[in-house]
């Protein structure tokens, strides 16, 4: 894919995106070297082959240490909003070539303020490297299947998935689709300039989600609503700040007149079909038994 040997230093290499992504880079024989930041080196447990160096987003120094000699960077932003985020994109933007950004749907293009505090801060990352000189894709993410992994306890200690708007629907998308998308952008020109938005191929409510685990495990989950109020508290107990948990809970809620549409664009930059919620469930079946 690549003309000359890209450089890549990759964020958040230990988790869902960023780690199917490192993976694919040094599955794909690709003329690649990749670096991963990490913050714990000794439980990165990342495939052989990539250079695995320790920092910290938090750590302005390491970030420029990771940073030395990398030509394009594919970042995660874990930390929510703050001054930090602009620092550390301005520090990327000032040594590499291109940046890919795991974003999120729902940002616009034009930077207008956004309902909650979580697009906001995507919202700013987004306008500070299109502000930049550098080549950028911004890869906007619809819900992450991986977001389900929240109900694996309960699944594997009861069968039953106790949550809210189990009648909400959306089109989950896997992290093997969006390591895709990354990659492509990383190693092409194809997706320079772009803001692809990248969904599941079909619209699941959570309920039927909850089937699908279920069907990719061998057992019947079901499903228990809870009381909004009662997820709100423990959205607040893990730290999330009580304006994020209304923005996050009102746009929850809004999926169940409103489900989240599949777009188009996976199978516009790939040719292929997303891979599905149930594929996603039999991927991380070890997950939910
Ligand atoms: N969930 C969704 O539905 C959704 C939708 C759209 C966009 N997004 C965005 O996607 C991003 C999360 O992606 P993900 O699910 O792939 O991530 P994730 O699985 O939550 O992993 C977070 C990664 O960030 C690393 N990290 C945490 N704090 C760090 C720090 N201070 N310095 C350096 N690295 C740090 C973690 O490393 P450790 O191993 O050290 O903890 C881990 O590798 C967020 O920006 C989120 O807003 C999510």
Known sequence: MATST?????????????????????????????RAMVRTPRS???????????????????????????DRVFLVWP?????????????????????????????????????????????DIEQAVRASDVEWTLLRSGGMATNTLGWAQQV???????????????????????AEVAEIALLTDRLVGAAPEITGPSVLTQKEQA?????????????????TEEVREVLISTGWSAATADGV??????????????????????????RTFEQWAADHAEDFR
Do not use: C, K, M
């Open 44 to 70: 990165a447990d990342l495939p052989d082959g990539v250079e695995v160096v320790r920092g910290d987003l938090t750590d302005l120094d390491s970030v420029r240490a990771a940073l030395r000699d990398v």
């Open 249 to 274: 809970l009102q746009a929850w809620a809004s999926t169940i007149d409103r489900p989240e549409a599949p777009t188009p664009d996976f199978a516009a930059v790939t040719g292929a079909t997303g």
């Open 156 to 178: 594997r200690e009861r069968s039953t998935v106790s949550w809210i708007y189990g009648d909400g629907g959306r089109a989950l998308v896997h992290e093997a689709d969006l």
């Open 6 to 34: 890209a450089r890549i230093l990759v964020f958040g290499a230990t988790g869902n995106v960023g780690g199917a992504l490192v993976r694919r880079l040094a599955a794909g024989g690709a003329d690649v070297r990749v």
């Open 79 to 123: 930390l929510g909003g703050g001054e930090l985020t602009r620092a550390v994109v301005d520090l990327i933007t000032a040594r590499v070539r291109r940046i890919v950004y795991l974003s999120a749907i729902g940002v616009r293009d034009d930077g207008a303020p956004a309902p909650d505090p979580i697009l906001q801060f995507h919202t």
């Open 211 to 227: 089937r699908a685990i279920g069907s990719a495990i061998g057992r019947t989950v079901t499903w228990e609503e809870l009381p």
